[in-house]
């Protein structure tokens, strides 16, 4: 059974960088397509970067593109969100999220299983 575990998440100064990490246990990890998704309070869940099985293939939400960097590294189970420039907005829990699919495109859903999250707080 598949189990995604998110760290990383802290209260940091707008314009600071920060990286999360997400952990992934019980499947062969590099069958998956990997993606990060958010929650504001008071907002609904919302994309924000996805990346293919091989790392080949990356996506973006207009809102974090060119700040934000997704990876993976299959030998360590492990997925990647670099966070630069972060603002105010970005504010939110970061979600990981999984689906078995092996396409050479990243895409943004559907996504079947679920960290628990990791709260990431930008202030100033």
């Known amino acids: 059974q598949i189990q995604l575990r998110e760290s990383g998440g802290q209260s940091v100064q707008a314009g600071s960088s920060l990286k999360l990490t997400c952990t992934v246990t019980?499947?062969?990890?590099?069958?998956?397509?990997m993606a990060w998704f958010r929650q504001a309070p008071g907002k609904e869940r919302e994309f924000v970067a996805a990346i293919n099985w091989d790392g080949q293939s990356t996506d973006y939400a207009d809102s974090v593109r060119g700040r934000f960097t997704i990876s993976r590294d299959n030998r360590r189970n492990t997925l990647f969100l670099q966070m630069d420039r972060l603002q105010y907005e970005d504010t939110a829990v970061y979600y990981c999220?999984?689906?078995?699919?092996?396409?050479?495109?990243?895409?943004?859903?559907?996504?079947?299983?679920w960290g628990r999250g990791t709260q990431v707080t930008v202030f100033g």
């Open positions: 999220a999984s689906e078995l699919r092996r396409s050479i495109y990243a895409t943004r859903g559907p996504y079947d299983s």
């Open positions: 019980g499947v062969t990890f590099s069958a998956y397509a």
